[in-house]
Every structure is written in C-alpha cells, then in structure tokens.
C-alpha cells in the first residue's frame, strides 16, 4: 500500500492574511483533494504556549514555516517531529515598510530580525523564498534553496468580456499599501478628472487623490469581479529593501483578470512584466501619465497586451505549476 504524505503548514496568522491564502490554503487543498493528509495550523504567539503545541505535533513527512521567525531553540524541537523541515516565505522579514518611522528602535529590531533570519535559514532543510532577491538573501546559510512565487489559481482569476469602449484605472491592495499611491494618482489627474479611478481596499482610502477615485471596500467572495472592473492596473512601489522583497503577487492579479499592469521598476516586478508586451514598467514619474494615457487611448493595444498578460501567468505563476514545484521540494514527488 502506498504511504500517504502527511504534510502540515504552520502559519503566524489567520485565513484573511495574503501569504496564507494565497501561499499556504490552495496548497492545503490540493492536497487534501488528492487523498493526502495535508493541514494548516496557527502558530501562537507566545514561546511557552509554542512549547506546547509543538510537543502536541505528531510525525509528517514535512513541516513547512510559514514566514515565522522562531527562537534558535524551535526549529530543533520541530525538525524531531519530521522527515523534511521547510521555512517559507515572501517578504524581507528582516525589514519594515517603507512608511514606518526610522529609529533607533526600528534599527534594533531590524538586525535582531536579520540574525533570526539568517540562523534559520541554516537550521532547516529546504527554504523557500517567493523571488529571486530573497532568495539571494538566504543563500548563503540554507542547505537547499527553492524559488517559488506565490501562486495564483489561473481557473479561479480569469478575465471578464474585454470591453474596448471602457479603460478603467485601478490599483487593489490592501491598506498599508496605500501609502504608495498618493502621488500616483495626482499625478494621473489630467485622465482622471473626467473617467475616475477605482481603489480597493480594507480600509477608506482618504488620501491626496480620492477625490480622483471610486472607492470600494475589498470582498473575498467579490474579489475576482472586482478585479475583472480594472482595465488597467496601478503598483507603484518605492525603491527600497523592503519593496525589493515584495512578490509582485498585485501584478499577478490583475495580469489574470484582464487589466493591464503598469507598474514601477522595482524588484521582482521586473521579472514579472515585459515592458511593452504584457504590461508597462515605469521608471520616472511622468511615465505615469505617458503609459496609462497610451493605454487609455488605444483599445486594440490594451487588448493585446491583456492577452499577454493573461499568457504569462497561465504559463509561469499558475497554481499547478507551482504545486508541481512544492511537492518536490518537500520531497513528497
């Protein structure tokens, strides 16, 4: 009889945080869907209260970290529990958001962050970075080094009808990341007075241009139709360690569901889009306005370039090849 593999996630956070839904649930299914006993659980918080769920663990064939730094002593304690120990995960943690204040503190915690990183990534099988850069960032100290963007279910994210008389701007995300669009969307003001933008968030965006944007709050169950309204798609992101960290997952979105990516140079963004096949990167602020303009004005062009888009998912961030490249990390195929 052929073994079953048991395989479990531990995850730092609950269902509605991005990296789990998106790099831990639809894996977790899959799973399960084919006969394998695959679960997820939450990791508490406290280090006693660790202690105890971990000596609760029974045996699997891999235990994958969900983007959690532990404690130099808990890695040890859960590679006992199994065949493969994994650490993903798709953001710089040893970082902050570019909005956060600088400080002494901020700096502290920082290198305290950076040094857990570092040691964990020594202490594990297998790590599993979301793109090249953090990848390159962990290399030095991991056994083995697996590069696995976040993966999108391209049967679930597909495009709506192409409507070339409609050429909606729009940018989703959520709410710390609001922080990035301000000057943006001032800076759109000439296309947007007249056809106004749409923003989607978990919380009100009050920002410099709201008055140039339709607001929406964000739905799991609306968030294929939601994206399916956007013609084209706004990331702007600044240049910075934090950003460079960032799995351009946004730009993955929008690409599926039929808008165009117009998207600043930055990080993984750059091996995401082709710059004038399958979307726009934008190295300077008044290319801003020249991309979403063209893009506006050009219907046979936006619907060639969502075409293309819509390809390069399919054929490189789709959910099925990335489970392929999973399982085989975890030594399960």
Request: charged share 25%; hydrophobic share 40%; with cysteine.
């Amino acid at each position: 009889m052929t073994k079953i593999p048991r395989i479990i996630f531990l995850a730092q956070a609950g269902e509605d945080l991005p990296s789990v839904r998106f790099r831990v649930l639809p894996y977790v299914q899959l799973g399960q869907d084919m006969g394998w006993d695959v679960t997820t659980k939450r990791i508490p918080k406290s280090f006693f209260q660790r202690l105890g769920f971990f000596a609760k663990l029974g045996s699997y064939d891999a235990i994958v970290i969900q983007k959690k730094l532990f404690s130099s002593f808990e890695p040890f304690l859960l590679k006992h529990k199994c065949r493969k120990l994994v650490f993903d995960f798709d953001d710089a943690l040893w970082t902050f958001h570019p909005s956060t204040a600088p400080g002494p503190k901020r700096d502290a915690r920082s290198a305290k962050d950076s040094k857990r990183f570092s040691r964990q990534c020594g202490q594990v099988d297998t790590v599993i970075a979301g793109n090249s850069y953090l990848a390159e960032r962990a290399v030095n100290n991991a056994k083995q080094i697996e590069i696995i963007p976040t993966p999108l279910d391209t049967d679930k994210y597909v495009p709506g009808e192409f409507n070339p008389n409609r050429s909606r701007v729009g940018w989703m995300g959520t709410s710390s990341n609001l922080f990035f669009i301000d000057d943006v969307l001032q800076g759109l003001h000439a296309v947007l007075e007249s056809d106004p933008g749409l923003v989607i968030s978990n919380k009100v965006y009050e920002g410099k241009g709201a008055k140039l944007v339709h607001y929406q709050d964000w739905s799991a169950d609306l968030e294929v139709e939601q994206l399916q309204s956007i013609d084209i798609g706004l990331m702007p992101l600044t240049d910075d360690e934090y950003t460079r960290g960032k799995c351009g997952f946004k730009l993955l979105q929008y690409m599926a569901c039929g808008a165009v990516p117009v998207a600043s140079a930055v990080g993984f963004n750059k091996e995401i889009i082709e710059d004038g096949r399958d979307g726009f990167l934008v190295t300077s602020p008044e290319q801003w306005l020249e991309k979403v303009s063209l893009l506006k004005s050009d219907s046979s062009l936006r619907e060639r370039m969502r075409n293309a888009a819509r390809e390069k998912v399919v054929s490189r961030f789709s959910l099925k090849i990335a489970s392929e490249k999973l399982w085989k990390a975890l030594g399960i195929s």
